[in-house]
Structure formats: C-alpha cells, structure tokens
C-alpha cells in the first residue's frame, strides 16, 4: 500500500511540476547578445554595463538592468529594477562595482524618488546602499576621486553646466566650475532653450591636472584646470583649433558626441554621434523622429590629436561602421587591454539605411571590437528595444583608479 501510495505522490508532483513549466511564467534574466566573431585576437575579458529594454520608443523604458557580461555574451549576474536606472559604473575591487542608481519617474503624478550610491558584489549578488540621505543628484556623469565624487550639475536659467565636487560624508559641494562664462548665448538652434550645451563627460587628464568636459549640444570640449579652475582652451566648433580632417579645414569635426578620453598626451578618442550634423540638415525631412531615423547620418568613433603650438586639430583616426548603426543619442569607445578599441552604438531601435530604407532584422545597441587597422573584430548585437549608454571594461587591479577609501564608507 505504501509503496502504491509513494507512486501517486511522485505522479502528482512530476504533474504539477510540469503544468509550472509549461503554463506558468519563470522569472528569467535578460536576453543575452548575439556574438559575431570575424577574427580571433578579440579581447577575453568581462564587461560591466547597465541597459534599459524599452518598446523601441527611446523614453518608454519597461525594464532596466546591470549586468557582468563574458567574451561570449553569457551574464554571470545581473541586478534588474524596473523603477531605477544604473548609470556611471566604476569598478572598486576584484568583485565589487560602484553604480549610480538614479529613480525613473513615469509620468508627473508618481512621486520623485531621491537618487542613491550604490556597491554590488557581482559574484555574491548582495547590494548595499551608501551616502543614504545624501543629495547626490548627478548629471551626466559620476567620477569617483581620492576623497570626492565629480559629477555635473545644470544651472537652471538656460541649462548651463557645472561640474562639482561632493563631500561624500555631506554631499556638500567643495568645488565648482560653471560654463556659463563661455557660452552667453544659445549656439545649437536645434536644441531645447534650457539645454544649451548639454554637457555630458567629464574625464581627468593623464597627468591629473586637469578636467575635459565634453559638450554635445556646441560640439567642443575644454580643458579646465582643476588647481585654478582656469579654462585653457576649448576645442571643436567655434573653439580655439583650426580642425582638419584629410588636410581639409573643418567647421567641426564631430556633430553632438559624447565621450572624450585623453589616450596619449593631447590625443583623445571620442563618440562622434553625428546628429544634427549642420553639413546634413537639408536631409532633415518633417514629421519623422529624428534620434531614430537616419537622415544621412554615420555615427563613428575618432581619435583627435591637438598640437597646443600650433593651435591645430587634427582627426587622425576614425572608424565608421554602416549607416544602419547610426546612434543620435548614448554612445562610448575605450580602449580595451589588447589594444582595440570597443565602440558603443546604444541606441535601441537600428534599422535605417542612409537613403532610408528600413533592413530586414533592425536591432537595439551593439558593442563592436575594432582593431587599429580599422577591420571588425567581434560584434555584440543586442535585440531590437535594448540600449545602452556606457560599458566598463573590468580590471585585475583596479584600485589603481578607483581608491579604497570608498569601501569604508558604508
């Protein structure tokens, strides 16, 4: 009878274990890229990144993650809120990554949740919150320094930019530099009249000395020094370079980018986002959206060298994949440990041509691995409604750059 009994029991549960599989919804994590691999020497390492998953409609986010990403496009974990975003992720330790974890309000009616700082333990999966209380509302960006946080802030008449220092027991600022000196009227007649320029990175000089602050909505970037807060120069349209690309004398070389990192001594890599190019704005048609639709523009990635003698620019590298990548919003390049160079085509919904013919399977963002010789390497192809806006390549030892001093702070 027992044994009779024993069957039934195993009979019902391998039942209702598969009415669970096959009729009920598991939770799952997020999809996983599509990896195309067209040469062998890409880099083996782990990724870090946070991305929204949206109806392809850019500001329709439904869902948002932060994942630690493989080579072969496998997560080894990944943390998901469907309220909050995951922005400016550094890395602190062997395992444990810093984030910016900044509230997403649907509509005017839900409350305005206030922003947090955040450690996540990637291998252990366990998140803790820090500076709890803390204003540490962010713009655009969220450095990590020996003893501080920078981060920009807007000026509210016109939108102007500052960059800041946090007291990150206070949230205090302890310093500030502001742009509105620089940029007394409104250059880009195509953006919003509280958005001049649209600052949207800041990165340290290889020496230390300095800030460069890229500004997507004048396309230029300066060089503040951080001692003095003196600026020193600025380049790009309307700055103090004459620019050159090919030996011909440019308006601008880039068009509303995002990203500047100095590599070698005046030599920096940028994401040439290629929106409201002033050279393409008759192929502008009325009625589209334009951060979807490719109006003739190719996003790409450029290396621009500055020689401070001369007061001359030159674009000395680029590379620019096909038209149907082209990225009006987010977008980064880095240089990875091998020596390519990884770009960041974020955007959710690519699917344009450059004369406007839709392709067969549009896609959401894509990391491409480029070598020096400008031949794709590998590409991470994300599914249509996927963006994503910055990656951060893990390291061995990253307490070089980061400092320890923010594991204490709990």
Same mark, same amino acid.
């Given at each position: 009878?027992?044994?009779?009994? /024993? ?38 390492? /782990? ?12 500001? @329709? $986010?439904?869902?948002?993650? /932060? ?13 998901? #809120?469907?309220?909050? #975003? ?6 602190? #330790? ?6 910016? +974890? ?42 990590? =320094?020996?003893? +501080?946080?920078?981060?920009?802030? *807007?000026?509210?008449?016109? !939108? ?32 919003? @009249? ?13 020496? !230390? ?6 500004? &997507? ?45 100095? $590599? ?22 009325? !009625? ?10 190719? #996003? ?6 500055? @020689? ?45 041509? $450059? ?16 070598? &020096? ?5 590998? =590409?991470? *192809? ?6 994503? +806006? ?17 594991? @204490?702070?709990?």
């Amino acid at each position: 009878m027992s044994a009779i009994l /024993l069957i039934i029991i195993l009979v019902i549960a391998a039942s209702v274990y598969a009415f669970y599989v096959f009729f009920m919804v598991i939770p799952s994590g997020p999809s996983s890229p599509e990896v195309f691999t067209y040469a062998d020497d890409y880099w083996r390492g /782990l990724y870090a990144f946070g991305f929204a998953i949206s109806n392809t409609s850019i500001r @329709d $986010v439904v869902d948002q993650f /932060l994942v630690v990403m493989d080579y072969n496009g496998n997560y080894l974990n990944f943390e998901n #809120s469907s309220t909050h #975003s995951f922005n400016y992720i550094n890395q602190l #330790s062997a395992n444990e990554l810093y984030y910016y +974890y900044r509230p997403q309000r649907r509509n005017q009616t839900e409350p305005q949740l206030s922003p947090e700082a955040r450690i996540w333990n990637y291998q252990t999966g366990i998140t803790r919150t820090i500076l709890e209380g803390i204003d540490v509302r962010g713009h655009h960006e969220f450095l990590i =320094e020996d003893g +501080y946080f920078v981060t920009m802030r *807007r000026i509210e008449k016109g !939108g102007l930019d500052t960059v800041v220092h946090l007291d990150p027991q206070t949230g205090n600022e302890t310093w500030l530099w502001s742009s509105e000196p620089y940029f007394p009227e409104k250059l880009c007649s195509l953006c919003r @009249d509280d958005d001049w320029t649209h600052g949207n990175d800041v990165t340290v000089s290889l020496d !230390g000395k300095y800030y460069y602050v890229n500004f &997507r909505n004048t396309d230029n970037f300066a060089k503040v020094e951080i001692e003095t807060k003196e600026l020193v120069w600025i380049a790009g349209r309307n700055g103090n370079f004459t620019l050159l690309e090919d030996g011909i004398q440019k308006e601008s070389l880039w068009y509303h980018s995002h990203i500047i990192k100095e $590599v070698e001594p005046n030599v920096f890599i940028m994401f040439d986002n290629d929106f409201h190019n002033s050279t393409k704005l008759d192929d502008y048609p009325p !009625g589209e959206n334009p951060y979807v639709t490719n109006f003739g523009g190719q #996003s790409r990635l450029i290396e621009i060298t500055l @020689d401070e003698s001369t007061m001359s620019g030159e674009a000395t590298w680029s590379y620019a994949p096909p038209a149907q990548y082209f990225s009006a919003i987010f977008g980064d390049v880095d240089i990875l440990p091998n020596g390519n160079i990884l770009g960041i085509f974020g955007t959710p919904d690519h699917r344009w041509t $450059v004369d406007h013919v839709e392709i067969e399977e549009p896609f959401g963002a894509s990391l491409l691995e480029i070598n &020096r010789e400008g031949e794709l390497i590998r =590409e991470y *192809r994300f599914p249509l409604g996927v963006s994503i +806006y910055r990656v951060l390549e893990l390291s061995d030892d990253p307490i070089d750059y980061v400092g320890s001093w923010l594991l @204490d702070i709990s």
